[in-house]
């Protein structure tokens, strides 16, 4: 029976993103659609990439309807956790939701990634740890989250070699994972 729970409103329309300092530590909450505009306030955020067991990376594209970067390609899968929410659980629960994906353990690859970045007037300014993982299951995409999906080898992902262009904070995260050793557990 697939994961996928049933569509909210409009996407993340009564969605909380939490708040943070620049220590990262919980300040609030905001409404998450309301937030994402060209002052987007500081907020906690997650990326995750996702492998299969030969070692392909699962490349994603963003949703057309998406508020922020729609059809953009990018890492497996990106989310906010709620307000109390485990960083961890909240990486599941959108594995589940976006890609109806179970994965059994999440290594933590860049737990202080931080960034910046806009396009057409949205912002994205995000503290935004990076879990790894690997899973045995073809994805199922969620259409109002992911557009198409791939898999791809890793070589052509850190080499630049894909045929699309990749969303800003996949590209960031891309330079600093070369140099994660937790990373070759996934491979």
């Known amino acids: 029976m697939p994961l996928h729970p049933p569509a909210p409103e409009p996407a993340g329309a009564g969605e909380l993103i939490v708040l943070v300092n620049e220590a990262g530590e919980p300040i609030g909450t905001a409404p998450k659609l309301a937030s994402h505009h060209r002052d987007t306030p500081l907020h906690l955020a997650f990326s995750s990439y996702i492998f299969d067991r030969h070692g ?3 490349l994603t594209q963003r949703a057309h309807t998406k508020k ?6 990018t890492n497996s899968c990106c989310g906010h956790p709620g307000p109390g929410e485990a960083i961890e659980d909240a990486v599941r629960r959108r594995l589940a939701s ?9 290594v933590p690859l860049l737990p202080h990634f931080r960034y910046w970045a806009e396009l057409d007037g949205v912002v994205e300014n995000e503290i935004c740890p990076v879990f790894g993982a690997v899973t045995d299951a073809e994805p199922e995409p969620n259409p109002d989250e992911v557009a198409q999906i791939r ?12 045929d699309v262009p990749l969303s800003p904070w996949c590209l ?3 330079e600093q994972l070369a140099e994660v ?3 070759k557990t996934l491979l």
Do not use: C, I, K, M
């Open 98 to 106: 976006e890609l109806n994906l179970q994965v059994r353990e999440l």
């Open 68 to 73: 922020t970067w729609p059809g953009t390609w």
């Open 56 to 58: 392909r990376f699962l």
């Open 172 to 174: 960031l995260q891309l």
């Open 181 to 183: 050793p937790a990373l």
């Open 151 to 162: 898999w791809v080898e890793w070589a052509d992902v850190v080499g630049g070699t894909l």
